[in-house]
C-alpha cells in the first residue's frame, strides 16, 4: 500500500515555542491531505484539510493562525503549533489518498507532542 | 450528535474466544464504512472497505460485514497480536476526510 512518512514521532517543547511536524507522501502524489489530532481514548478528530499549492481549510473550533498548515508540494504537508500551550499536547495525525477514486486514507504513524 | 458510534468501549478475551465489534452509523449517502487498527502510538492500518449494505470481507481472523445502519467486525478465534483498538470511519462526501468513531479496544490474553 501507499506509504505516508511522518516526522517527529515524538516532540517536547517548552510552553510558547513552536513546533513543526511534516507528512510526506513517498511512493504517490496527494493533492489534499488530512489532519487529525486524538487525545488519549478519544477518536480521531480532523482539524483541518490541507490542499496543494492552496489555503488549508479549517474545521470549526480550529484556531487556523495557531496550526499553520503549509502544503507547497504535492509530496509534502507541514503543520506548524504555534506558542504551544499544554492543553496542545496531543498525537498528531496526517493522512493522504493515493489517488482521488480510492476512497481509504493512509496515514501517517502520527506525532506526539507533549509541551511543558 | 454521534454519526459513527462503536460499541463496546473496551473488550477483553481469552484467545481463541471469539467476538464481534459494532459500529453504528447515522450518516446519510454512504461512500464507504472502513475498518482500521491502531496500535498504541501509532497512525491507524487500513483493514477493510465496505461499500453497500451485505458486502462481506475477511482477512486471517477478521471478517467485517455492512448492513444499512452498522458494520460489524468479527473475531475469529483470536491470538494476543490481535490486541488493539479497532476503529471504524464512514466517507459521506467524495475526497472529503473520514468521520472516526471513538474505537473498540481490545484485549486478548493468552
Known amino acids: 500500500g501507499a506509504v505516508v512518512s511522518q516526522h517527529p514521532s515524538w516532540v517536547i517543547c517548552k510552553s510558547g515555542t513552536s513546533v513543526k511536524i511534516e507528512c510526506r507522501s513517498l511512493?504517490?502524489?496527494?493533492?489534499?491531505m488530512f489532519w487529525y489530532r486524538q487525545f488519549p481514548k478519544q477518536s480521531l478528530m480532523l482539524m483541518a484539510t490541507?490542499?496543494?499549492?492552496?489555503?488549508?481549510?479549517?474545521e470549526q473550533g480550529v484556531e487556523k493562525d495557531k496550526f499553520l498548515i503549509n502544503h507547497a508540494s504535492l509530496t509534502l504537508s507541514t503543520l506548524t503549533v504555534t506558542s504551544a500551550h499544554p492543553e496542545d499536547s496531543s498525537f498528531y495525525i496526517c493522512?493522504?489518498?493515493?489517488?482521488?477514486?480510492?476512497?481509504?486514507?493512509?496515514f501517517g504513524s502520527g506525532t506526539q507532542l507533549s509541551v511543558l | 450528535e454521534d454519526q459513527v458510534t462503536q460499541s463496546p468501549e473496551a473488550l477483553r478475551l481469552q484467545e481463541g474466544e471469539s467476538s464481534s465489534l459494532n459500529c453504528s452509523y447515522t450518516v446519510s449517502g454512504l461512500r464507504g464504512l472502513f475498518w482500521y487498527r491502531q496500535d498504541p502510538g501509532k497512525g491507524p492500518e487500513f483493514l477493510f472497505t465496505l461499500y453497500s449494505a451485505g458486502e462481506e470481507k475477511e482477512k486471517e481472523r477478521l471478517k467485517a460485514t455492512l448492513t444499512k445502519k452498522e458494520s460489524f467486525l468479527h473475531i475469529t478465534a483470536p491470538k494476543p497480536e490481535d490486541s488493539a483498538t479497532y476503529l471504524c470511519a464512514v466517507n459521506q462526501q467524495a475526497g472529503t476526510a473520514l468521520i472516526f468513531g471513538k474505537g473498540t479496544t481490545l484485549s486478548v490474553s493468552s
Open positions: 490541507s490542499n496543494e499549492g492552496s489555503k488549508a481549510t479549517y
Open positions: 511512493d504517490f502524489q496527494a493533492t489534499t
Open positions: 493522512s493522504a489518498r493515493d489517488r482521488p477514486t480510492n476512497e481509504k486514507l493512509f
